[in-house]
């Protein structure tokens, strides 16, 4: 076996060889055996895997130095795949969390919704509920929107200006991925070429261990391939969609942000917003108290009934002791 892996390493450097001859006009190519001989003593320490996933069957060690030997680049070249693919290519993933008020939680959310699908976004996540001691008018929505790059910036400004609610804060990010796209490009891209490789020595492969160890390294290749595409989609996804995170709380008076306006308004503002809070903090106490009147009833029903008994049998206690008095005083007599 060690013989005829051998004959086949021989056979693949010797088309190499002649490849990069007759694409240099017969210039000289220089020896892989060094690149090879250490992808063999790597073989030989670890034993061989594809990636980070470990082979369900190791392979022997002269099949390990073939397979790693047929995809790697030439020896002496300097420059790697990965180095050769990125090229300082910008590819940006914007995201925003928003924080906002409204008076009419319904009337935002639709305007929300509307907004989203009128610059081509839709909606990937919502969130609607109540808050608070039960007061219906105590709600929130949580929304996680999807919005077209070029229009991320007109979307938020377009939310800012909304009559329908009144945005808070708004948080930003930016995170450029050209290097980690560039990186997963040029991983998919080696894999590629050995599974294509891989496939070339199966179909010359002639012994069943043989055929089993090459068909184990092209599961893992394949498995690999459809990891780094599927990691492809996904960053191809958040660089064209931006996602922007909202916020929605309903309360009786839209909050003023602080520091709009002149003097006198944010005066005013500050009046009014204090007047607000004072008003749902009564309101909420009167919330509580409906919600336990009852149980409170209960309780202080159980605590007269206790004092009543107690005070009666005082009373009794007394009376009986009045009687003892007043008979032990007419028998003295």
């Given at each position: 076996?060690?013989?005829?892996?051998i004959?086949?390493?021989?056979?693949?450097?010797?088309?190499m060889?002649?490849a990069?001859?007759?694409?240099?006009?017969?210039?000289a190519?220089?020896?892989?055996?060094?690149a090879?001989?250490e992808?063999?003593e790597?073989a030989?320490d670890t034993g061989?895997?594809?990636?980070?996933?470990?082979?369900?069957?190791p392979?022997t060690?002269e099949a390990?130095?073939?397979l790693?030997?047929?995809?790697?680049?030439?020896?002496?070249?300097?420059?790697?795949?990965?180095?050769k693919?990125?090229?300082?290519?910008?590819?940006?993933?914007?995201?925003?969390d928003?924080s906002?008020?409204?008076?009419?939680?319904?009337?935002?959310?639709?305007?929300?919704?509307?907004?989203?699908?009128?610059?081509?976004?839709?909606?990937?996540?919502?969130?609607?509920?109540?808050?608070?001691?039960g007061?219906?008018?105590?709600?929130?929505?949580?929304?996680?929107?999807?919005?077209?790059?070029?229009?991320?910036?007109?979307f938020?400004?377009a939310?800012?200006?909304?009559?329908?609610?009144?945005?808070?804060?708004i948080?930003?990010?930016?995170?450029?991925?050209?290097?980690q796209y560039?990186?997963?490009e040029?991983?998919?891209?080696?894999l590629?070429?050995?599974?294509?490789?891989l496939?070339?020595l199966?179909?010359?492969?002639?012994?069943?261990?043989?055929i089993?160890?090459i068909?184990?390294a092209l599961?893992?290749i394949?498995?690999q391939i459809?990891?780094?595409?599927s990691?492809?989609?996904?960053?191809?996804?958040?660089?064209?969609?931006?996602t922007?995170?909202?916020?929605?709380?309903?309360v009786a008076?839209?909050?003023q942000?602080?520091?709009?306006?002149?003097?006198?308004?944010?005066?005013?503002?500050?009046?009014?917003?204090?007047?607000?809070?004072?008003?749902?903090?009564?309101?909420?106490?009167?919330?509580?108290?409906?919600?336990a009147?009852?149980?409170?009833?209960?309780?202080?029903?159980v605590?007269v009934l206790?004092?009543?008994?107690a005070?009666?049998?005082?009373n009794?206690?007394?009376?009986?002791n009045?009687?003892?008095r007043?008979?032990?005083?007419?028998?003295e007599?």
């Amino acid at each position: 076996m060690k013989k005829r892996w051998i004959v086949i390493t021989a056979v693949v450097l010797a088309l190499m060889l002649a490849a990069c001859g007759s694409a240099r006009n017969s210039a000289a190519v220089p020896d892989a055996a060094p690149a090879a001989a250490e992808y063999k003593e790597a073989a030989s320490d670890t034993g061989y895997t594809m990636g980070s996933y470990p082979m369900e069957e190791p392979m022997t060690e002269e099949a390990a130095y073939e397979l790693d030997a047929a995809s790697a680049p030439a020896a002496g070249s300097g420059i790697s795949v990965a180095d050769k693919a990125y090229n300082g290519e910008v590819k940006l993933i914007y995201r925003a969390d928003v924080s906002a008020e409204t008076a009419q939680i319904d009337q935002a959310v639709a305007d929300l919704e509307a907004l989203a699908e009128s610059m081509g976004g839709y909606v990937e996540y919502s969130d609607i509920g109540n808050y608070g001691y039960g007061n219906s008018n105590e709600r929130y929505a949580n929304y996680t929107i999807r919005i077209p790059s070029e229009k991320y910036t007109a979307f938020l400004d377009a939310l800012n200006a909304s009559g329908s609610c009144t945005v808070q804060s708004i948080s930003k990010s930016t995170e450029d991925i050209g290097a980690q796209y560039a990186d997963t490009e040029a991983r998919l891209e080696t894999l590629r070429i050995k599974q294509e490789r891989l496939q070339e020595l199966l179909s010359q492969a002639e012994n069943m261990e043989d055929i089993i160890a090459i068909e184990n390294a092209l599961t893992d290749i394949e498995y690999q391939i459809e990891w780094n595409s599927s990691t492809l989609n996904r960053y191809d996804a958040l660089v064209n969609y931006s996602t922007v995170s909202v916020y929605l709380r309903q309360v009786a008076r839209e909050t003023q942000v602080s520091g709009s306006g002149s003097l006198g308004e944010r005066i005013v503002n500050a009046f009014h917003n204090g007047i607000s809070a004072f008003k749902t903090g009564f309101e909420n106490f009167m919330v509580f108290i409906a919600g336990a009147i009852i149980p409170l009833l209960i309780v202080i029903a159980v605590i007269v009934l206790l004092v009543r008994r107690a005070a009666n049998r005082g009373n009794k206690k007394e009376k009986k002791n009045k009687k003892s008095r007043e008979e032990a005083k007419s028998e003295e007599e």
